[in-house]
């Protein structure tokens, strides 16, 4: 079962332009038109979905020099284990966005990589599209 998994994906812009979007923890409806809206309260951050469905997440360790972040899903989906991460990683004259997930979902026979992996590539062409866009505007 792909219980851990990553997916990328390749931006035209400098790395710290990418890092501005993807590391502002209530930027995420900005590129990932699934939510709606995004809060931060400390570190708990709260995701709305279009559907209706609210996430709650614990933002986790940060690390703004390595351009890197983690947080877990508490709330709102049924999981039993989760953990996932951005990092953004300088490449020639751009960068990459890998997104790494554990994800373990309640129901063991629910594959979390096959139900996850193709929305969260969504996601990161919708950033691609966002930072790109924005750094030739």
Not at 14 to 29: K, Q
Not at 58 to 64: G, I, K, N, P, S
Not at 70 to 95: I, K, M, N, Q, W
Not at 113 to 126: C, Y
Request: hydrophobic share 40%; net charge negative; charged share 25%.
């Amino acid at each position: 079962m792909g219980e851990t998994f990553a997916v990328e994906v390749r931006i035209e812009a400098p790395a710290a332009a990418v890092w501005a979007v993807i590391g502002d923890p209530e930027a995420v409806p900005r590129w990932y038109p699934t939510y709606v809206r995004s809060t931060v309260a400390g570190d708990v951050r709260t995701l709305e979905r279009a559907d209706g469905v609210v996430l709650q997440e614990r933002l986790l360790e940060r690390d703004d020099a390595g351009m890197s972040y983690a947080y877990t899903v508490t709330g709102g989906l049924p999981l039993r284990e989760h953990r996932a991460s951005f990092t953004v990683v300088p490449d020639g004259d751009g960068a990459r966005v890998v997104w790494r997930t554990h994800a373990v979902h309640r129901d063991p026979g629910v594959d979390m990589e096959a139900r996850l992996a193709d929305r969260q590539r969504e996601a990161l062409a919708g950033l691609k599209a966002l930072v790109e866009g924005s750094a030739q505007g």
